[in-house]
């Protein structure tokens, strides 16, 4: 009994110490996390790139190297230029899932790293009705872990890191497929399946 009333002050100043660590952690420089930091909002969850509503975009340019496509809200839907480029690209989910972007990710460029960024491998830009920039996007290499794609918005000197669902149609729209990398493992493996 008397090892145990022992332990526990010991336990305490075990958790007043990793608290502190933990708060001198949070403190320091992305540098001091590998060059990134994690930003989140009031609800824990990553805060948003952008603050407009789906509904207000009229205007979305896919631009790569191997050329570019236009696509413009009209009355009855959204309508490509070129005509019959995109084929399959669905503009309203594209700007639905677009507005809610999130990145929880930012780290500084190293020297010499270009991250796919230089020249992006995709240039997003979505406009309201009068021209207005609602967004504005840079989209480079996948990330080493095969769920994330490096981005750069035109305001930040740094490299931000979104989840790649989020630039793969448009990336296809374009004609530039990102292969699946061979170490990314399945999201649902066989053996895992649920019996009924």
Do not use: C, N
């Amino acid at each position: 009994m008397k090892a145990a009333r022992a332990a526990w002050p010991a336990l305490l100043a075990a958790g007043i110490a990793l608290s502190a660590w933990q708060w001198h952690e949070s403190a320091e420089s992305p540098a001091g996390h590998g060059g990134h930091t994690h930003l989140h909002d009031d609800s824990g969850k990553p805060a948003r790139l952008y603050d407009w509503d789906a509904d207000s975009a009229a205007q979305v340019t896919l631009a790569a190297p191997a050329g570019s496509v236009s696509l413009t809200r009209g009355p009855q839907g959204w309508t490509a230029s070129p005509t019959g480029a995109a084929q399959g690209f669905d503009a309203a989910d594209f700007v639905a899932l677009f507005s809610q972007a999130r990145s929880d990710r930012i780290l500084t460029a190293e020297a010499g790293e270009t991250y796919g960024l230089a020249p992006p491998q995709l240039r997003i830009a979505v406009r309201d009705s009068a021209g207005a920039a609602l967004a504005l996007m840079d989209v480079g290499a996948l990330a080493p872990d095969g769920l994330g794609r490096y981005v750069r918005l035109p305001d930040e000197a740094q490299i931000r890191i979104i989840p790649d669902y989020q630039t793969r149609a448009p990336l296809a729209a374009v004609g530039q497929d990102a292969p699946q990398s061979p170490s990314t493992p399945p999201l649902v493996k066989p053996a895992l399946h649920k019996d009924k």
